[in-house]
């Protein structure tokens, strides 16, 4: 496609239940990250990919939350057992990884834990 | 470790008047600085980065390595400069980017 897609847009869940985000960064781009972005706040780094895998993850807020990326392609973000305060909209973004990249931004998956 | 620190969480101007927004970094080697915009209701998008010493929208920044700054600025602010500005900074080593707080600039007519 011609940007990075994520979906879903929106996903309102109950707590305690698992999510999965998914993230389709721009063909071709080795480096792939997600951030957080919660109400009022900035962003929040959570972990990024080099090709499928993850050098830094010391984002990652608990063990509730993992990510795998597969292909070089697709990434998942999942959230299991979920709590409200993990509600927020969730970011991902994209570059060639290359010394000069910059980042390409999805649009964000808004994740609302009732 | 690095950091980015943005001072104003919120800043309002007045149309036509100059604006900065503060931009601040702690990184031990010699990091890639850039400014990030979001406007209502779009996504996150790159504005300019101090490798290319451009001037995007009337925007500048220049990055002073004495005072491990990066401030963006513009001489006469326009109303639909109104958005969320994140400055950010990228290591040359984990190619790890911190992205800042942000500021939130809000240009009054």
């Known amino acids: 496609g011609a940007g990075v897609s994520q979906s879903p847009s929106n996903k309102v869940t109950e707590k305690g239940k698992d999510v999965e985000l998914r993230c389709d960064p721009i063909?071709?781009?080795?480096?792939l990250y997600w951030y957080r972005q919660r109400l009022g706040q900035g962003l929040e780094f959570l972990i990024y990919f080099q090709g499928n895998s993850a050098p830094d993850k010391s984002g990652l807020p608990s063990d509730r939350f993992s990510a795998e990326r597969t292909g070089e392609s697709v990434s998942t973000l999942t959230i299991q057992r979920t709590q409200q305060e993990d509600s927020a909209v969730y970011l991902c973004a994209s570059s060639w990884g290359t010394v000069t990249g910059e980042l390409f931004f999805g649009e964000g998956s808004r994740l609302t834990v009732l | 470790a690095q950091r980015v620190t943005q001072p104003e969480k919120l800043l309002s101007v007045f149309k036509g008047a100059p604006v900065e927004l503060k931009c601040n970094y702690s990184y031990s080697g010699s990091p890639e600085l850039f400014w990030y915009v979001q406007y209502s209701r779009q996504r996150l998008q790159l504005l300019l980065r101090h490798i290319s010493r451009e001037s995007i929208k009337g925007f500048t920044a220049d990055l002073n390595k004495g005072e491990t700054s990066f401030h963006l600025k513009k001489p006469f602010a326009q109303e639909e400069d109104s958005a969320m500005y994140y400055c950010a900074l990228r290591d040359n080593y984990g190619q790890n980017f911190v992205f800042g707080p942000g500021t939130r600039l809000s240009v009054l007519p």
């Open positions: 063909s071709g781009h080795t480096a």
